[in-house]
């Protein structure tokens, strides 16, 4: 077995990391191996969907369906951190709320943690979290009772669940919560109370809508490390939604992109970069005569696109920045023009979306 | 049966809730308070006059209470549409609770804290010199209960089904203001010209104010007595089968 977790067990213990004992000792088995590196392909599916399809009746005298979910198959092993990205209306929220069984699919079939979610949705509830953008709590309710009372809906006893409600808050950096109302708590440590009450009976799978949306920052970047600790200490698989590019890059193993109600990519963000022409050149020219003049030059670059045009700025697409900026910048000035600006960037999930759907992720 | 273990766990977080805010409580009870204390001596007067079987009191009192048990019933639905808001609604459909658990569980704190309400009234009317069996406010308390149930299960159905203020709003009132003066709650509708009294007797609450009201006189064996009941209870049923109905077609 890989490394052996010493923890010290008891209330208010300031330290305490999330893989409390409750942990069953099979999932910290999973997240370490005799080698130290565990392949996901060998993990078990722990989402499998086929064919999910959800239409709304529009309201109005016409009666015209909306097929907001279109199809979709996906499948998500467990111990994975998936990010399923998409513009707003895309069908994310949707299928999101499928595989939660707050709507029921239109047609197609789909396992969730072993459970069939269109005949079983009793026992779907009983093994998954799910944390809404909107919320979970009541502003005038106290952080500790609200903590108590959903953890009885699954069949946790009062003294378990304070146990297991506090211990969740110190890891998630919560730990003076217990007697406060949940409306005197800010963005972001509400947003980390939804989790512990999404995660308060131990699901091996996490829904997460939208978690960062409307935090500042500072906060953002605190909730992804909370959400990796998630994967690395409790093993949880973690399924989010999200239309920040950022936060599906940074954050996940495997990115699911969404366009339009069906599944348009998948694969590591890695992999889905490298599907985009390379990098992009911006250059910032003194007149628009020049930008042609540039624009022609580096056409003839090895490997480049066509190059858009924008009054004096040009922007093309070459396999690898670093190298080809020198030689760019050379063949300027020979042709005795001059750039006053050049920016290279690297391929970002925005790219990614514009070459698989011509149009971009930002709104 | 996780129905009854989960309606007591949705009912204690709401009757908690309910506690900590007990100014809304009040709020409640200062309508009904508010009648009996500034309008019923004014009855008084009037009580003198033919159409009044039994003093001012006994003939006030029972419209009281039903405007207690419905009034109180059909504004709960804004709270319903303010959890639905901070996500409460979602968080409790997407556990394992039974569905129904989740609209009966709230309604039974509504029924208790208007029974609480009814309560008070009746302590209060008792001040103002109310003389009846202790059997006719034991009736009365259960018919107050009943009447809340149900309007707290359609009210709680309207607002989930619209979630919005904007839409409960104007439904509740145009349902409160016709089933308030058709009910003979301020004044008997024996006082009213005949076709209005033909008018009110298909508003199933004339009905049981008039039950309440033969209760309080000591006519327990009159049959509108058991009419008016077995209305309430009806009205009970229908109200938590729209209810439970409404809130599974949230999932369709």
């Keep these: 077995m890989g490394s052996a977790i010493v923890i010290k067990q008891g209330p208010g213990h300031a330290h305490s990391t999330l893989a409390t004992p409750f942990l069953p000792l099979r999932r910290r088995a999973a997240a370490t191996s005799n080698t130290g590196e565990v392949t996901m392909a060998e993990h078990p599916l722990i989402i499998e969907a086929k064919g999910l399809k959800r ?46 069984t707050l709507l029921a699919p239109t047609d197609g079939s789909a396992s969730v943690v072993g459970a069939d979610l269109r005949r079983d949705p009793v026992e779907v509830r009983r093994r998954i979290g ?23 809906l699954y069949g946790i006893d009062t003294k378990t669940a304070t146990a297991r409600g506090k211990d969740l808050l110190a890891a998630l950096d919560l730990s003076e919560i217990w007697d406060r109302t949940c409306g005197s708590l800010s963005g972001g440590q509400r947003r980390r109370l939804d989790i512990v009450m999404g995660l308060i009976h131990q699901p091996r799978l996490v829904f997460l809508d939208e978690p960062s949306t409307g935090l500042d920052p500072q906060s953002r970047a605190n909730l992804w490390n909370h959400i990796r600790k998630l994967r690395d200490e409790l093993g949880t698989t973690v399924f989010l939604t999200t239309h920040y590019m950022d936060e599906a890059d940074s954050l996940s193993d495997r990115i699911l992109i969404i366009d339009n109600g069906t599944i348009v990519a998948e694969g590591t963000p890695a992999e889905l970069k490298k599907r985009v022409s390379g990098d992009t050149i911006t250059l910032t020219m003194r007149t628009p005569t020049d930008a042609e003049a540039a624009s022609g030059i580096a056409a003839a670059l090895n490997g480049a696109d066509k190059p858009v045009i924008d009054a004096h700025v040009v922007r093309f697409h070459v396999p690898d920045g670093a190298t080809a900026l020198p030689v760019l910048l050379g063949d300027l000035t020979k042709a005795g023009i001059d750039a006053i600006g050049v920016d290279v960037n690297r391929p970002t999930l925005d790219d990614v979306f514009l070459t698989l759907t011509g149009r971009s992720l930002r709104d | ?133 202790i059997g006719a406010f034991l009736l009365g308390l259960v018919l107050v209960g009943l009447l809340g149930a149900a309007f707290s299960f359609i009210s709680n159905a309207i607002g989930i089904a619209t979630k919005s203020e904007d839409a409960l709003a104007p439904m509740v009132n145009t349902l409160a203001l016709p089933i308030l003066l058709l009910s003979g709650i301020l004044l008997p509708m024996t006082l009213a010209p005949a ?39 009806i009205l009970v049923v229908l109200g938590a089968w729209v209810g439970s109905r409404v809130l599974t077609a949230q999932t369709k």
Aim: charged share 15%; aromatic share 10%; net charge positive.
């Design chain 2, 1 to 133: 049966m996780t129905f009854f273990r989960d309606t007591w766990i949705i009912f204690s977080r709401a009757m908690t809730l309910s506690l900590r805010q007990p100014l809304w409580v009040l709020i409640g009870l200062l309508q009904p308070i508010l009648y009996l204390t500034l309008f019923g001596p004014l009855l008084q007067t009037v009580a003198a006059s033919s159409g009044f079987q039994g003093d001012a009191w006994q003939v006030f009192v029972p419209g009281l209470l039903v405007q207690l048990g419905i009034f109180g019933g059909l504004f709960v639905g804004f709270g319903i549409i303010a959890e639905w808001r901070s996500g409460v609604i979602d968080r409790q459909l997407v556990s394992p609770a039974a569905r129904s658990a989740i609209i009966v569980g709230r309604t039974l704190r509504d029924v208790v804290v208007i029974v609480t309400q009814g309560v008070v009234l009746c302590g209060a009317a008792y001040l103002m010199g109310l003389r009846v069996p």
């Design chain 1, 130 to 152: 799910y944390v809404s953008q909107a919320g979970s709590t009541s502003p005038e309710a106290r952080a500790g009772q609200e903590i108590v009372s959903h953890a009885r």
């Design chain 2, 195 to 233: 076709w209005l009294q033909m008018v009110a007797n298909f508003n199933p609450f004339k009905h049981i104010v008039e039950a309440l009201r033969a209760v309080f006189r000591g006519d327990f064996a009159d049959p509108i007595v058991a009419i008016g009941l077995v209305l309430a209870v």
């Design chain 1, 55 to 100: 239409s709304f009746k529009a309201r109005g005298a016409k009666g015209k369906t909306i097929d907001a979910v279109r199809g979709i198959d996906l499948t998500v092993r467990e111990g994975e951190i998936v990010g399923f990205l998409g513009p707003n209306g895309a069908g994310k929220t949707t299928t999101l709320k499928m595989l939660c």
